[in-house]
C-alpha cells in the first residue's frame, strides 16, 4: 500500500492569511510515462462528502476557487489556500490514485 | 449530471454480512475507463478505499480487506453492490460511492453516503 502521511493535523489560520498543507506518499504517485503525479486534493465540510479540488497534483477541478492551488512532484505535496475565507473551515484529504486508492489522515483547518 | 446515491441497513449486527447498493445516473458502466468505488469514513476519522469495479468488470480491493469484500455491477440498472462479510463494530462507518473519471483517475463525483452501525 502507497500510505500518505499529511502534516498538520490541524492548522488555524486568520481570514485572509495563507493556508499550507502538506502531505507525503510513501513511495513515487509520478508516473514517468506521463510525467504526471497521480495525486489529488479533496475538501470535505461536515456532514458532506468530499469533494474534489485538484487532480494531477496541480490542476484545479472545474468551479475551483483560484485561491487553492497544488503543487509538488513524486513524493512531496503541497496544498495552499492563497487568502482564507470563512467558507474554506473543512478538512482536507490528498489521495494517490497511483496504485489503488489511499488517502491521508486529514487536515482540519479552522478560522484564527 | 452524475448523481449516486447509497442504500441499504443502517444497523447490522456483528458476525452478519452488510449488503449496499450503489444507484447511479449521469454515465454508464459501460465506458471505457469508467469505475464506480465504495470509500468508507468511521465517525471523526479519515476516508478509506474499500473496493472499485471498472466498466469491463475488472476489480479491485483493498489489501487490508479483501477476504471480506464483494463488488459487483448491474449495468442494466445501474447498480454496484458492495458486501462485507463478519462485520465488526468497528465497521461502524459512513460508507460512500464514488464516480471514477478514467481521467485522470480519481473520484470526481460521490454519494451523500449512508451511515452503517454495527452494534448487537
Known amino acids: 500500500d502507497i500510505v500518505m502521511t499529511q502534516s498538520p493535523d490541524s492548522l488555524a489560520v486568520s481570514l485572509g492569511e495563507r493556508a499550507t498543507i502538506n502531505c507525503t506518499s510513501s513511495q513515487s504517485v509520478l508516473y514517468s510515462s506521463n510525467n504526471k503525479n497521480y495525486l489529488g486534493w479533496y475538501q470535505q465540510k461536515p456532514g458532506q462528502p468530499p469533494k474534489l479540488l485538484i487532480y494531477w497534483a496541480s490542476t484545479r477541478e472545474s468551479g475551483v476557487p483560484d485561491r487553492f492551488s497544488g503543487s509538488g512532484s513524486g513524493t512531496d505535496f503541497t496544498l495552499t489556500i492563497s487568502s482564507l475565507q470563512a467558507e474554506d473551515v473543512a478538512v482536507y484529504y490528498c489521495h494517490q490514485y497511483y496504485s489503488l486508492w489511499t488517502f491521508g489522515q486529514g487536515t482540519k483547518v479552522e478560522i484564527k | 449530471q452524475i448523481t449516486l446515491k447509497e442504500s441499504g441497513p443502517t444497523l447490522v449486527k456483528p458476525t452478519q454480512t452488510l449488503t449496499l447498493t450503489c444507484t447511479f445516473s449521469g454515465f454508464s458502466l459501460s465506458t471505457s475507463g469508467v469505475g464506480v468505488g465504495w470509500i468508507r469514513q468511521p465517525p471523526g476519522k479519515a476516508l478509506e478505499w474499500l473496493a472499485l469495479i471498472y466498466w469491463d468488470d475488472d476489480k479491485r480491493y483493498s489489501p487490508s480487506l479483501k477476504s471480506r469484500l464483494t463488488i459487483t455491477k448491474d449495468t442494466s440498472k445501474n447498480q454496484v453492490v458492495l458486501t462485507m462479510t463478519n462485520m465488526d463494530p468497528v465497521d461502524t462507518a459512513t460508507y460512500y460511492c464514488?464516480?471514477?473519471?478514467?481521467?485522470?483517475?480519481?473520484?470526481?463525483?460521490w454519494g451523500q453516503g449512508t451511515l452503517v452501525t454495527v452494534s448487537s
Open positions: 464514488a464516480h471514477r473519471d478514467p481521467d485522470p483517475g480519481c473520484f470526481d463525483y
